[in-house]
């Protein structure tokens, strides 16, 4: 049962949170158009973690992450392994990030594609389906992001690149998901229904700060799986 009206307070909180990470997302937009990255995927990848991460990713990307304006070089002086690995970790989580909120919002717009994934036969809540859907595409986007970062840097082709990527963020995407969904579980199926009577319904805002805070869960659960992936080499250093 998802509640058709939160208390006022958590309403305002929760837009205002969201409203933070959109602003956060279309200054950092603005600023890589002018200042592009030197790995192209994180033209994309910093945006969209601002989402989630708001005024704190923001902080980051700037302290870290921002490129020297078109014309000059960046100081080059390497960044600390702490520092690489909640970059490779955010960059896991943009490909996470969006593929969760493509995935909550099709299905939305296209209910069957919850009988696709087993909704009436394997299961009968609509929540599980949406799990499905955000792992499956988060772990495509995820892949596909890590492609696009590990094939330039070792001079891979597509089949090889893939495989390398692969390696490189299959756990970290997994690991992602784990923290992701088990704050997601608490809160649709005891924290809200204790609190206010129900669920929060994909089209509110009350869902996508839930989503928010299960999304830095997501970055807590991943961030020790990347830290061991770039020691090993499995997964380049960023």
């Known amino acids: 049962m998802t509640v058709d009206a939160f208390p006022f307070g958590f309403t305002l909180i929760s837009w205002t949170f969201i409203a933070i990470g959109v602003i956060c997302a279309v200054g950092v937009t603005a600023d890589v158009a002018r200042r592009p990255q030197p790995m192209a995927v994180m033209n994309v990848v910093w945006p969209v973690t601002m989402l989630f991460g708001g005024v704190a990713w923001l902080l980051f990307y700037s302290r870290t992450a921002r490129a020297a304006p078109r014309g000059l070089s960046r100081d080059e002086r390497g960044s600390s392994m702490a520092v690489s690995v909640a970059t490779g970790t955010s960059h896991c989580g943009a490909g996470c990030a969006i593929g969760d909120l493509v995935a909550e919002f ?75 969904y088990g704050i997601m579980a608490l809160a649709q199926f005891v924290v809200l229904p204790s609190l206010f009577g129900g669920r929060a319904d994909v089209v509110s805002p009350e869902f996508w700060f839930v989503m928010q805070i299960a999304m830095l869960a997501g970055f807590a659960t991943s961030y020790p799986v990347n830290w061991l992936l770039i020691r090993s080499g499995l997964k380049e250093k960023m």
């Open 106 to 180: 099709a299905l939305v717009a296209f209910p069957v594609i919850g009988v696709v994934v087993g909704r009436g036969t394997l299961y009968d809540d609509e929540i599980f389906a949406g799990w499905i859907m955000d792992f499956v595409l988060a772990f495509a986007l995820g892949i596909v992001f890590q492609y696009f970062s590990i094939a330039p840097m070792r001079g891979l082709g597509l089949r090889a690149g893939i495989v390398a990527a692969l390696k490189a963020d299959a756990l970290s995407i997994s690991a992602w998901q784990v923290g992701m």
